[in-house]
């Protein structure tokens, strides 16, 4: 018995460049789009009568991003949900991860790093939904973090620290509570509010930051949720007393694995 099912088209890859009479536009985007709904027959009996093909979902990408001015990827997202959602269709998902680049010149860039920025707009027949976010954001901060006050049994290690390299890679994603609004503006701010908190926070872990940057999040204008995803990219200290030379907190070992993975969600009260 077939209890579930869903098809789409992943990995479209979208580039568009609106050439203005002095400065060029570039968007870099990554689409994937999955549809559920009435598609049974096509799994049990081979009918295709309601079966989209993922080719035509990929030339439709192409198609809209032709006429849409791409000014951000959730617009963009609502649009194709629009398009994609018909009758046999239950629910259209479609997921936008936007590729940075930083502008050295009118019609030159560089890519911005690993950072990305990341849409999911989801369409039902009860409406549409709209989550922003950013991905592979890296951040260090080489004071104001502590770890300390721990429990410790016989397997435990690790030495209580007052004065610790912070090193994480930030995911976050956020849902909004209205679709009308400056989806650029409202992402930069988020962005805005995680950095500085990162910055100023005066750490006890990561977890406490994590808290603290959700809720300043939270305040931005129409984000009602978010979700933060942040690894504990690990700086060990160098023993330099095995060399006859004194630690002076200056010295570490970057380890990639295994790392600590610290998550949460915050809601507005």
Known sequence: MLVGNGYGKSAVRLVTVRRGPEIHELKDVTVAIRLEGDFETAYTEGDNSRVLPTDTMKNTVYALAADHPLEDIESFGLLLTDHFFRDQVASARVELTEHLWDRLHPHAFRRAGGERRTAVVTRTRDGARVTAGIADLVVMKTAKSAFEGFPRDRYTTLAETSDRLLATSVTAEWTYGRLDIPFNDRWSEVRH?????????????????????????????????????????????????????????????????????????????
């Open 193 to 269: 509010r995680l950095l500085e908190v990162f910055v100023d926070h005066d750490s006890r872990s990561v977890q406490q930051t994590l808290y603290a940057m959700g809720a300043a999040a939270l305040e931005t204008a129409d984000v009602e949720e978010i979700r933060l995803v942040m690894p504990n990219i690990h700086h060990i200290p160098v023993d330099l007393t095995r060399f006859g030379l004194e630690n002076r907190n200056e010295v570490f070992v970057a380890t990639s694995e295994p790392y600590g993975l610290i998550e949460a969600t915050l809601r507005r009260g």
